[in-house]
């Protein structure tokens, strides 16, 4: 078996020195490197420095040359003496065959980076295993996200002209005004109201839905997910449900879909066309590209990992942020659930897909006249409320005031937006079919 620690790490000592030499005879292929280097894509310690060094010097506007790196690095201890400094500097600017040929050596030494990159990834798996963690979950989540790391990082962004970003921009608004403007909008939820407040199911948004229990979120939720399947059947939606089965979610689907008393899903009393239309909907149903994982205490790095493996992924919806495990070892409940949020938005903005998560209330509205929430209500709300893009509430006043004058009203309230304005959009509640709708407009199945 191969013993990592008698590994030798891959490097290109011609490489290195190579751009090294080259930034000695010319300053300038610096804009070239600094696109592509990193101070750690360097191997050897005293190329590292030397290169950091560099990059200070440019930063500084102080000219590189052979006597001013040295002057700068036998200040940094880069070198024993003077003496060894100009030789070895010296030695880096006559080795140097060419300038031309910068980008390659760039490439060079950024790929043995990486292959090092790996190689401590597979050694961090063994020296868990070998310190006793067995749980092959929790080996294969860190693994699969240290290699997504990876990746990541080989994607190294840089700094865009205003000019380009403006173009883009204006571009972009052309496409929104254009006919083909849902194509270029955030998802469409299915409540065209409510999408005008938020315009959309936004891609890399932290969207919480948040109320007190029986408001109905996990029927806002499947709602959601079904009209957004409906409008994009090539397209993915997620649901990791952490407090219902699957088999529960799929009555909530066949309830609303077949417009058949839930109650009587669960009790088995199906009577006359009720079955016509519990078959129709059930076909309605399995053209529908919905995906349920009901695992039980599912942290956020497993969600990632399942979630990457889906090709066409359009929506993520998480019922709910009080039952996600957490990989922190504390017992803080604030510091764990801002962990989460902080995992999620990270998540969202990683796949550029819409997250929305659903989350309790703690108990603030009960001891108030006005039963309304308010983001001072989200538990551990420091957190919440500073990672999500939007934060919605739910709020039937039925539920408090039996004599309420809008029965069957339930308002969505919109208490954070980070895309336009906060305000409150009605819908129709219909607890029997498990079933949210605009006012006016009918969720019907087709």
Request: charged fraction near 25%; glycine fraction near 6%; hydrophobic fraction near 40%.
């Amino acid at each position: 078996m191969l013993d990592f620690n008698d590994l030798v790490m891959p490097y290109s000592l011609d490489a290195e020195q190579t751009i090294l030499g080259a930034i000695l005879i010319n300053p300038d292929v610096m804009e070239i490197i600094m696109e592509q280097v990193k101070y750690e894509c360097f191997y050897i310690e005293q190329h590292r420095e030397l290169f950091r060094i560099m990059v200070q010097m440019l930063g500084s506007g102080n000219h590189i040359d052979v006597i001013t790196v040295l002057e700068n690095a036998v200040s940094a201890h880069v070198f024993e003496t003077a003496s060894d400094g100009r030789t070895y500097l010296a030695n880096l600017a006559e080795r140097v065959p060419t300038t031309a040929n910068i980008e390659s050596y760039c490439k060079i030494i950024v790929n043995k980076y990486y292959v090092r990159m790996l190689a401590e990834s597979c050694r961090e798996t063994l020296t868990a295993i070998e310190e006793g963690e067995s749980d092959a979950q929790v080996l294969l989540d860190t693994a699969e996200q240290n290699i997504f790391n990876i990746r990541q990082g080989r994607n190294l962004g840089g700094l865009t002209p205003l000019k380009e970003i403006i173009t883009e921009t204006y571009n972009h608004i052309g496409h929104i005004a254009g006919p083909d403007r849902e194509q270029y909008l955030g998802i469409r939820s299915g409540f065209p109201r409510l999408d005008t407040v938020t315009s959309g199911l936004n891609k890399s948004d932290l969207i919480l839905v948040a109320a007190r229990p029986a408001m109905g979120k996990t029927a806002f939720a499947l709602n959601i997910a079904q009209n957004v399947a409906k409008t994009n059947p090539n397209k993915e939606v997620c649901i990791f449900s952490l407090e219902m089965s699957k088999e529960q979610l799929a009555t909530r689907f066949l309830s609303s879909a077949a417009q058949v008393d839930s109650n009587k899903l669960r009790n088995g009393r199906i009577v006359g066309n009720e079955w016509t239309r519990l078959a129709t909907g059930t076909s309605y149903l399995m053209n529908m590209p919905i995906y349920i994982d009901d695992t039980g205490g599912i942290t956020v790095p497993q969600m990632k990992a399942k979630l990457r493996r889906m090709k066409n992924l359009s929506l993520v919806i998480i019922d709910y942020l009080g039952l996600i495990s957490s990989t922190m070892r504390t017992e803080n409940k604030v510091q764990i659930v801002g962990e989460i949020t902080r995992q999620l938005k990270i998540m969202a903005k990683e796949l550029q897909v819409p997250v929305l998560l659903l989350s309790q209330l703690s108990r603030g509205p009960e001891s108030r006249t006005d039963k309304r929430p308010v983001l001072s209500d989200l538990r551990d709300s420091g957190a919440i409320e500073q990672d999500a893009d939007i934060v919605m509430f739910l709020y039937r006043d039925a539920y408090y005031h039996k004599d309420t004058e809008k029965p069957n009203v339930a308002e969505c309230i919109i208490a954070k937006n980070r895309h336009g304005e906060t305000g409150t959009v009605d819908l129709i509640w219909d607890g029997q079919f498990t079933r949210f709708s605009e006012m006016g407009k009918s969720n019907v199945m087709p």
